[in-house]
């Protein structure tokens, strides 16, 4: 009856659900997950900033008037100046922005890589418990016939009542658990939900299972959003370095100007003039030459790349890590499958015989198909650890993404 209600549930609960399979988990966190959207709008203003770049200043127009007074006459001034650079500024600004919207775009791949590696993992972990799941079930069907086998013995006085009281209670015990994994699923998937972009109230199913385990290929690293990110970052910081060397000569300025004078003459006549003329005006470097910026971001500079150095050396060893990790829970889950779990499978059939005969007592049987269950749960658990150190390997590898 428990096993009756508990199918119906799973059932009613998935009849409304949305349904993914492990392989749709990375488009739809690329799509749907919040946070991502909110990180393109990075771009958008790192490309907004471009837009104002490497644009020379706007000119500076001036007028001004004077009333004739005893020792001047009257005038009028009109005059335009315009300031231009006489070093590469304006060209290193306009590549400086163009390489931070390419380090904004990196940023948001580098989010997605690591949001994606997340909410695999959690549907791996969903995907491995109910397997685990499955197998409680299946153990604790077998306990029960074990547990109804020993009571019908007890009722007719061929078995000890203790036996059949212990067969009960390790019925009981297996049903426990897979009610315990159940409230771990349950968790699991309401961290899974959001990152989908699923409101809580929606049900979630995933299907399919965990794919065979089979060894990736070796990607290579380089490709790595983040590390991608450092190098540009190097590239930026080196040109905001040339950018305050190109800062030691400021701006000149040059433009033109005229005026027109009226003044009145002796015998009552006025007299109009004017004159037209160009100016210009070149700072002199004398006492400030922008040395404090310059040492501020050649110091910048080096330090991105030192950093860059050494994120390189940090996923090297995260991919090697992780590709020594699959190999071994995939030898470990070949082992306990294939080796190991065929002669506990036998040995316990042989003690289940016996018992019913008899020739043994209840908790050899009981210990033997805890040792199965534990071998069971065990390939279980290495397939699941393979599948997530396979997630940390394309993770660290950027093979996760296009």
């Known amino acids: 009856m428990l096993r009756f209600f508990f199918s119906l549930f799973i059932i009613v609960s998935s009849a409304h659900a949305v349904e993914f399979r492990l392989d749709q988990i990375a488009g739809r966190v690329r799509t749907c997950h919040p946070m991502l959207k909110a990180a393109r709008l990075a771009v958008e203003e790192a490309r907004g900033r471009q837009l104002g770049s490497g644009r020379l200043a706007n000119p500076v127009l001036e007028s001004s008037f004077q009333n004739e007074s005893r020792v001047s006459p009257r005038t009028m001034l009109f005059a335009i100046d315009q300031s231009f650079p006489v070093t590469r500024r304006l060209s290193l600004e306009k590549q400086l922005t163009a390489q931070l919207v390419a380090a904004a775009e990196l940023e948001v791949r580098d989010a997605e890589r690591r949001l994606i590696a997340e909410a695999r993992t959690l549907a791996v972990q969903v995907l491995a418990l109910d397997q685990q799941r499955d197998l409680r079930q299946k153990q604790r069907e077998l306990a029960q016939k074990l547990?109804?086998?020993?009571?019908?013995?007890?009722?007719?006085?061929?078995?000890?009542?203790?036996?059949?009281?212990?067969?009960?209670?390790?019925?009981?015990?297996?049903?426990?658990?897979?009610?315990?994994?159940?409230?771990?699923?349950?968790?699991?998937?309401?961290?899974?939900?959001?990152?989908?972009?699923?409101a809580p109230?929606?049900?979630?199913?995933?299907?399919?299972?965990?794919?065979?385990?089979?060894?990736?290929?070796?990607?290579?690293?380089?490709?790595?959003?983040?590390?991608?990110?450092?190098?540009?970052?190097v590239s930026a910081a080196q040109t905001d370095a040339a950018l305050a060397r190109s800062k030691r000569m400021q701006d000149l300025s040059a433009g033109f100007f005229a005026s027109?004078?009226?003044?009145?003459?002796?015998?009552?006549?006025?007299?109009?003039?004017?004159?037209?003329?160009?100016?210009?005006?070149?700072?002199?470097?004398?006492?400030?030459?922008?040395?404090?910026?310059?040492?501020?971001?050649?110091a910048a500079a080096e330090r991105q790349r030192l950093e860059a150095e050494a994120l390189g050396k940090q996923i090297a060893g995260e991919a090697d890590t992780a590709r020594r990790e699959m190999q071994a829970n995939a030898d470990l889950a070949r082992e306990t499958r294939d080796t190991l779990l065929p002669l506990v499978i036998e040995q316990t059939q042989k003690l289940e015989k016996a018992y019913e005969?008899?020739?043994?007592?209840?908790l050899a049987v009981l210990r033997a198909r805890d040792q199965r269950l534990q071998l069971e749960a065990a390939a279980l658990d290495a397939a699941r650890d393979f599948h997530l150190a396979r997630i940390r390997y394309e993770a660290a590898t950027g093979a996760s993404l296009p």
């Not at 005969?357 to 209840?362: A, E, K």
């Open 201 to 233: 109230n929606e049900a979630l199913a995933l299907h399919g299972g965990l794919p065979a385990l089979m060894m990736p290929g070796i990607t290579p690293w380089q490709r790595r959003a983040d590390f991608q990110l450092a190098q540009t970052k």
């Open 147 to 198: 547990a109804d086998f020993a009571k019908d013995r007890a009722a007719k006085g061929e078995l000890s009542p203790l036996d059949a009281g212990q067969a009960r209670v390790d019925a009981q015990r297996l049903v426990l658990e897979a009610l315990k994994l159940e409230t771990q699923r349950t968790s699991l998937l309401g961290a899974l939900k959001p990152m989908l972009g699923l």
């Open 357 to 362: 005969s008899g020739q043994t007592d209840l």
């Open 260 to 298: 027109r004078e009226n003044q009145g003459q002796s015998d009552g006549r006025r007299e109009d003039t004017g004159f037209v003329g160009f100016r210009i005006s070149i700072p002199l470097p004398f006492w400030n030459r922008n040395q404090g910026e310059i040492a501020e971001k050649n």
